[in-house]
Each structure stands twice: as structure tokens, then as C-alpha cells.
């Protein structure tokens, strides 16, 4: 491995945890370091957040800086930049990275604009071509088209990657990193933002690749009236609403809320389909969810064969018999409303056998 060149990644953390996309950059900077025959280098900002190296190790970093500080306890802009800064400043990678996240957002793009860094948002994949010149490719027009951007000059560029676009693989136990931490000297009174509060995310507007739970509705939802009812079990079970390009091109559905090769990737812990065929363009952009239930009046549909539960059957018929029961168990108990993915639940086949749908459990 070559020390002298190096790759910079910006790890973020939350209640404690690595954020998913930070372990994504991880990942995705250490493919390019290994074509590059170089190392990985993470820089995590926070309090008490040393614990977490090990985690970036296990995931690809050669070295992990740790920047820790009572003032970095909480969000700040300001706090961030203050820290990161003078460390960035030392380090001369080939190439930045860091999640797309409302933080780096937040910090990043001013320091850019003060080093005249090009920062690119909205990554997809990041690379290394040729001698040393960047490569990236990234969503634009919300997701309807991909661009490839390439910079002629072996420049520093700063990549700023979606979250959930290439899914976490399974920690290396064992790989270790050179840990080193800092306490930078800050002065908290001059930072001009604070986070007082961090609000329960909401799942009618939370982006769709940072939802853990989402409702989709495809053409099978037969028209806003169908798409309203999908809609509805969304809000029923605290989830976000996605949907197919083709519901999309409809207009039943926001452009942004289509989920795919061309629309977002998506990787929540519940994923539930209703009246999705399962195109291979659709499924790709599913791939790392982690339980799929899909309903649908047509037992061939590819998107049975991806679902840990299958429904077979009309989802006008089986959406209002999910929402009748499921408004009964919240109002059974209400604190339990939005804890635990009812669905399953409340499809209990050995009630109301005539109304119900086929049951299958597939592969
Ligand atoms: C270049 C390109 C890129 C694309 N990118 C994307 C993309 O990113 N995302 C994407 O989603 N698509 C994308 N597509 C489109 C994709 O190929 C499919 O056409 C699309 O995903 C199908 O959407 P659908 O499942 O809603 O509709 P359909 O394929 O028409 O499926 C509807 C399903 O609903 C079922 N159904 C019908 N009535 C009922 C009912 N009453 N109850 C239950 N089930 C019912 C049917 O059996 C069927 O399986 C792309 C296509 C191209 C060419």
C-alpha cells in the first residue's frame, strides 16, 4: 500500500451509533483505495465517540481520526467546521468523501467555498480514473437522470454519496486501524447554531432512502382513489410512501417518491408492495431491504418471488380489512401505534376466511 496516498472520509454518528451512510463512504472508499493501492483515512467528529473506531475499522479504515470535544455533544455547523477544518487541512487525500446527509450539507459546502474545493452532491459512484483524475457519477433532475462527471486535472474533489445507495456489506472482525484522537481547542460561544432538540423524523416527508419502513403503491393501485388507500396504510403504520415509476408517470404519486434504477434506492427494515409487479428496474432499487411483504392479484409476479410474505389477491379488497384492523389495534393501544410493523399481524388468515386473500409464504 502506498502511505503517501490517501483517501479522506467523513464518518457522521447518531445517539451513539455510525450512521449507515458513513459506513457506505467507508465502503465505497475502500474499493477505490484498493485499486489505487492506497488507505483509507476516517475523520469522526463528536463526544465520546472513540468506541465507534472500531466499527470503521471493521468496515475498511486503514486510519481513523478521532475528533472529540464536550462542545461536539450536539450538532453545530459552526462546531464542525471549527474542529474539522484545521485537521482537513493536513491531510492530502486524492479524494474526500462523506454521506449526503442535512449535516455534512450543513458544514461542508462552506469550507468548499473557502478552499475552492468542487463538492458534488447526489453521488451514486465515485472513482479514481487514469492518473489520479476523479470520477463521479450522480442522480440529477431527482433522480431521472445520471450524469458522469470527470475532472481533467488530478484535482481534490469532495463527493458527498446518497445513503442507501450501495448497502452496508458484513464488518471484517479483526481488521484493525490506527487510532488516533484530538481534543481541539473550541470556543462553544461563538458557534452561531446550536441543535436544541432532534425531532422524531416524519414519514410523509423523512427521504425515502433514510425511511425505515415504506408503503408502495404500482399501477395495480388502479388510480389516486387505490394509491389513497395505500397511502393510508402508510400513515396507519407509521411508514413513508414510495411507489413505482409507473404510478409515478400517473401522477398518482410525487416524481421524487418513485423508487428504482432511475428513482431512489431504498433500504428499510419493512418494505410493503402493493399492486407492484416487480420490474427488474424496481427491485434494484430494493435490493437491501430487509423484509418484504407484497401484495397482488397475480401469482406470477416477479416481485412474489423477492417477498419473505406473498399475498395473493385484490388489494382493494384486502387494503380496507388491513385498515379496519389495524385502526382497531391502535385504538387498543394507542403507545403502541407506531413500535412494531403490524401488518403481518393483522393478515391473520385464520379470521374471516371468506373475505381474505391467499396466504403465501415465499422463498
Ligand atoms: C429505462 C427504464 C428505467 C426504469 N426505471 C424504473 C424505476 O426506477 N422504477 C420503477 O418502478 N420502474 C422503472 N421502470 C419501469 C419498469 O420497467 C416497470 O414498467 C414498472 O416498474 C412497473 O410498474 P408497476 O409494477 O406499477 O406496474 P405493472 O408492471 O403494470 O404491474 C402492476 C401489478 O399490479 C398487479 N395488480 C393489478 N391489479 C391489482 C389489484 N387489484 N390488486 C393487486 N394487484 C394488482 C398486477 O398483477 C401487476 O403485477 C423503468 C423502465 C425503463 C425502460
Sequence with gaps: ??????????????????????????????????RLGAKVQVVLCGNEVVTLAETLAAHGA?????????????????????????????THPLLLLAPDSGQVRAWLPRLSVRWRLPLVGCCIRVGIIGDGYPEIIRNTYGGACQERLIWPYATLVGAMLIPGV?????????RSAEIAVLRPEL????????????????????SLNEA???????????????????????????????????????GWLAVDRFIGSTGQIV????????????????????TDSEIVIAVNNDRTAPILKRADLGVVGDLHQI??????????????NPAARHDEPTAPAALDPDQDTAAHPVLEKTA
Excluded: N
Design 267 to 286: 433500504a428499510p427494515k419493512l418494505y410493503m408492495a402493493f399492486g407492484v409487479s416487480g420490474a427488474g428496474q424496481h427491485l434494484s432499487g430494493i
Design 62 to 90: 486503514d486510519a481513523v481520526t478521532v475528533v472529540e470535544h464536550e462542545a461536539l455533544d450536539q450538532f453545530s455547523a459552526d462546531g464542525w467546521l471549527q474542529a474539522l477544518a484545521p485537521i482537513l487541512l493536513h
Design 166 to 174: 450501495r448497502g452496508v456489506g458484513a464488518p471484517r472482525r479483526g
Design 212 to 250: 425505515e419502513r415504506i408503503v408502495s403503491g404500482g399501477f395495480g393501485a388502479g388510480g389516486p382513489d387505490g394509491m389513497a388507500l395505500v397511502q393510508q396504510l402508510a400513515e396507519q403504520v407509521g411508514a413513508a410512501l414510495g411507489g413505482t415509476r409507473v404510478a409515478a408517470d400517473r
Design 319 to 332: 387494503l380496507p380489512i388491513l385498515l379496519a384492523k389495524l385502526r382497531v389495534l391502535a385504538a387498543a
Design 187 to 206: 470556543d462553544p460561544a461563538s458557534f452561531r447554531d446550536r441543535t436544541l432538540r432532534t425531532l422524531p423524523a416524519d414519514p410523509r416527508t423523512v
Design 1 to 34: 500500500m502506498d502511505q503517501s496516498k490517501s483517501l479522506v472520509v467523513i464518518a457522521e454518528s447518531d445517539h451513539g451509533e455510525l450512521t449507515l451512510s458513513s459506513l457506505e463512504c467507508v465502503e465505497e472508499g475502500r474499493e477505490i483505495a484498493d
